[in-house]
């Protein structure tokens, strides 16, 4: 079945950075698009970027640009989500999801998502 | 960006009668190339990240419910609960995927009456 696992709770302080992952099994990793979405406490949804897990294309929400790069690791079966310079609005629950389809930009499966909690 | 809007914020419906959720998108979000809406409903439960419900504004997911449907078509779009159910109490959101960046609408709870 299909599964993606994340690492687990992060705290960290303004100014620091953080990696997520997020692993993949039960399908063929490199035939889809894995996308971060996060949601801060008690709002809605927010997309960051996505990747292409076969050929490592990405995009990035303008919002994010510059502040997060999104990698994979396909003998890993794993997609990293790295964010940095983080501000108190960035705490939140990180999520990762699959495309249902390579290029449509809906989601399937999700991760169970991590908290990022950022605080001095 | 595409803006999406919800309506109503909640509701409470008794179990067994329908629940309707209105989203609206900006920005028109149906593609003329291939006759589709890109937008898509969601359900989230506390403590749990968010399931798929719908896509292509009317179609429904595999092992999704079949009391749930989706219409519309271009800016406005209604997911209709048909006959509720205790385990329905959730929040809803719709997404659209027609442009990036991909966005969500604020959200619907909807609980029992």
């Known amino acids: 079945q299909v599964q993606l696992v994340q690492s687990g709770a992060e705290v960290k302080r303004p100014g620091a950075s953080v990696r997520v992952s997020c692993k993949a099994s039960?399908?063929?990793?490199?035939?889809?698009?894995i996308h971060w979405v996060r949601q801060a406490p008690g709002q809605s949804l927010e997309w960051m970027g996505w990747?292409?897990?076969?050929?490592?294309?990405?995009r990035y929400s303008q919002k994010f640009q510059g502040r997060v790069t999104i990698t994979r690791d396909t003998s890993a079966s794993t997609v990293y989500m790295d964010l940095s310079s983080l501000r108190s609005e960035d705490t939140a629950v990180y999520y990762c999801?699959?495309?249902?389809?390579?290029?449509?930009?809906?989601?399937?499966?999700w991760g169970q998502g991590i908290l990022v909690t950022v605080a001095s | 960006d595409i803006v999406m809007t919800q309506s109503p914020d909640s509701l409470a419906v008794s179990l067994g009668e329908r629940a309707t959720i209105n989203c609206k998108s900006s920005?028109?979000?149906?593609?003329?190339?291939?006759?589709?809406?890109?937008l898509a409903w969601y359900q989230q439960k506390p403590g749990q990240p968010p399931r798929l419900l719908l896509y292509?504004?009317?179609t429904r997911e595999s092992g999704v419910p079949d009391r749930f449907s989706g219409s519309g078509s271009g800016t406005d779009f209604t997911l209709t609960i048909s006959s509720l159910q205790a385990e329905d109490v959730a929040v809803y959101y719709c997404?659209?995927?027609?442009?990036?960046?991909?966005?969500f609408g604020p959200g619907t709870k909807v609980d029992i009456k």
């Open positions: 990747i292409n897990a076969g050929n490592g294309k990405t």
């Open positions: 292509w504004a009317s």
């Open positions: 997404q659209q995927y027609f442009n990036t960046p991909l966005t």
């Open positions: 920005q028109r979000v149906f593609s003329s190339s291939n006759n589709k809406n890109y």
């Open positions: 999801a699959r495309e249902q389809e390579l290029d449509t930009g809906h989601f399937d499966y």
């Open positions: 039960g399908y063929s990793f490199t035939y889809y698009a």
